[in-house]
Nanobody, 125 residues
Framework: QVQLVESGGGSVQAGGSLRLSCAAS????????MGWFRQAPGKEREGVAA???????SYADSVKGRFTISKDNAKNTLYLQMNSLKPEDTAMYYC???????????????????WGQGTQVTVSS
């Protein structure tokens, strides 16, 4: 079975940095697309960033220039480097995978079929 396990969350002051990791296992073939998403209390889940099999990336406007999505295929691991963190970045962060060609963007939440359990990120002012 497919399993995605996030790690690296924690509490940080505004302006600080964190790097999230997502360890993937159980795939019979490499996923076409992987992404990061977040959900704050009382808010809908939103896309943060996505990366496809060729390494092309997309980002939500709210994180562009501050966050970087990357992957290490040899380690079957997805990363999200988060710099210049703001209190509004506080949320549970999830990684997910998709196999729908043409929809590897963070805004297409419906395309992602496997999800991790999440890791909490808290940014204080």
């Amino acid at each position: 079975q497919v399993q995605l396990v996030e790690s690296g969350g924690g509490s940080v002051q505004a302006g600080g940095s964190l790097r999230l990791s997502c360890a993937a296992s159980g795939y019979t073939y490499s996923p076409y697309c992987m992404g990061w998403f977040r959900q704050a209390p009382g808010k809908e889940r939103e896309g943060v960033a996505a990366i496809d099999s060729d390494g092309s990336t997309s980002y939500a406007d709210s994180v562009k220039g501050r966050f970087t999505i990357s992957k290490d295929n040899a380690k079957n691991t997805l990363y999200l480097q988060m710099n210049s963190l703001k209190p509004e970045d506080t949320a549970m962060y999830y990684c997910a995978s998709a196999n729908v060609d043409g929809y590897c963007y963070e805004r297409y939440l419906w395309a992602y079929n496997y999800w991790g359990q999440g890791t909490q990120v808290t940014v204080s002012s």
